[in-house]
């Protein structure tokens, strides 16, 4: 006889494990099953974030941040270092252990709020008295039914046609997490922001890195006056960025890579590297499911097709995250997943895809929330923009950090903020203040009233919303 949950869970991402926590939280019996492993075989829950993308990436980048900070900018301290040197066994080591800690959260919680975890992969068997039958093989094997099914499945690295990854020489953003040795020259197919981070760390650490992008704009998604500043500065650090490429046939070789491209200006040329980094987006994890097996509909591109609540076409199966439309973005999935949980526990869930926060986490940081510029001139709304750079910031000097600045988009008549992008120290943390207004409809003014302590790099925040007045007090 199969056990019956409330709720079960496949995938334990950040869409999943955050549904099934919430779900226990409201008195729902909560299975969740997840199929990643670590090196030892054992269960690795987080799904790619946590294991491969936005855990580990952030820790390299910390630590490749320090080793460029000691070896080019602690002497402007008078700190004064000689014979720095490299331990990458050890700099990854950290960032395997970052990646551990945060899997065993995730299993304490899961024991915390009494979730049954099954180390394995979940698929549809069948639609049952009680709900949707499930078969659980791999590690564990079980047969359950849930009255309630999340998919959380989550999302792979898309490859190039023709090259598939080998994470030797052909990387995706988990090879790209693990060389073993600082490659003298590296390529980046796709200047998105997996490239641009992972590029950023292995130049940081000593590699020649050049950056192919095939859209004739630099960060095309983001408002162009910050795009411009990005790529003037990652220029001026070192990478080598063309947009515009037309890629010609790959080969790889027995210790390297050649690519064959077309540039903006029609100019044939060639690349040749060590290691290649591929990172041209995402495809949703779908294969195993069995979606066939229940009549689970699944669109053109493999996504589970959902409405507005993320139900997908069956009762009481509903599914979030990368799996479905929308940004592939961790806290966008964990949304996702505390909405459905509490749609099922009889409330009211809720996700507002208008603010929901972008972060590269690049030295400088880019992030905005909302519409850019250019969006907003291309549906005719009239805005007023206010901006204020990071160097006349008192606490961004005394950082010794004063690239980059802050921009707020409102509304000409209402002043409500429809867009805030930064680029600059900390941008990651400083977009909270932005998402939190928008959230509740706030105006420009409503920033530029509020106190602010001094001297942080909030302040650029206020400045830049007294800018949409033309009433800055410090520039």
């Known amino acids: 006889m199969s ?48 294991n491969v993308g936005c855990i580990p990436s952030k820790a390299l980048l910390q630590s490749s941040e320090h080793y460029d900070q000691v070896n080019h900018h602690f002497a402007e301290h008078g700190i004064e270092v000689k014979g720095v040197s490299l331990n990458l066994e050890q700099l990854l080591g950290r960032k395997n252990n970052v990646v551990k800690q945060n899997n065993d959260g995730i299993l304490y919680l899961f024991k915390k709020n009494k979730i049954t975890f099954f180390h394995g992969k979940g698929a549809f068997t069948g639609k049952v008295d009680g709900g949707w039958a499930i078969n659980v093989s791999g590690t564990a094997t079980a047969d359950i039914v849930g009255k309630h099914v999340v998919i959380a499945t989550g999302s792979s690295a898309r490859e190039l046609p023709g090259l598939p990854f080998d994470e030797q020489q052909v990387l995706s953003n988990d090879g790209a997490l693990n060389i073993a040795a600082v490659p003298k020259k590296l390529g980046v197919i796709g200047a998105g922001v997996i490239g641009l981070e992972m590029g950023s760390v292995w130049r940081r650490l000593g590699a020649e890195v050049t950056v192919l992008e095939a859209m004739p704009e630099f960060l095309a998604a983001v408002d162009q006056q910050v795009a411009k500043e990005a790529f003037k500065i990652f220029t001026k650090q070192g990478l080598a960025i063309q947009t515009g490429i037309k890629l010609g046939e790959i080969k790889a070789g027995a210790k390297s890579i050649t690519v064959p491209y077309t540039d903006a200006a029609g100019t044939e040329q060639k690349l040749v590297v060590d290691k ?44 979030v995250g990368d799996v479905v439309r929308g940004p592939m973005l961790a806290h966008k999935a964990e949304e996702e997943g505390v909405a459905v949980a509490e749609r099922i526990g009889g409330q009211h869930g809720h ?125």
Not at 24 to 44: E, R, T, Y
Not at 299 to 318: A, H
């Open 276 to 319: 290649l980094i591929v990172s041209i987006g995402r495809v949703p994890y779908t294969g195993g499911l069995q979606a066939e097996a229940v009549g689970l509909q699944l669109d053109e591109r493999g996504f589970v097709v959902v409405d507005g609540d993320c139900k997908t076409n069956l009762p009481n199966i509903w599914a």
């Open 351 to 475: 996700v507002n895809f208008n603010t929901i926060p972008w972060v590269i986490y690049t030295s400088p940081e880019i992030s905005w929330v909302g519409q850019t510029e250019q969006q907003l001139k291309a549906s005719g709304r009239a805005y007023k923009a206010g901006s204020f750079p990071f160097l006349a910031n008192g606490r961004a000097r005394a950082l010794g950090d004063t690239t980059g600045f802050v921009k707020i988009l409102a509304d000409a008549a209402t002043d409500e903020v429809l867009g805030v992008h930064i680029i600059g120290p900390m941008a990651s943390e400083l977009i909270a203040e932005a998402v939190t207004i928008m959230e509740f409809k706030g105006a420009a003014e409503d920033i530029a009233r509020i106190c602010h302590a001094h001297p942080t790099l909030s302040e650029s925040m206020k400045e830049a919303a007294l800018a949409v007045d033309k009433r800055t007090l410090n520039f």
């Open 3 to 50: 056990t019956q949950f409330d709720v079960v869970v496949i995938g334990a991402g950040p869409g999943g494990y955050i549904a099934a926590i919430r779900a226990a939280q409201l008195g729902l019996s909560v299975a969740c099953i997840d199929a990643w492993q670590n090196g030892k075989g054992g269960p690795a829950p987080g799904g790619t974030c946590t």
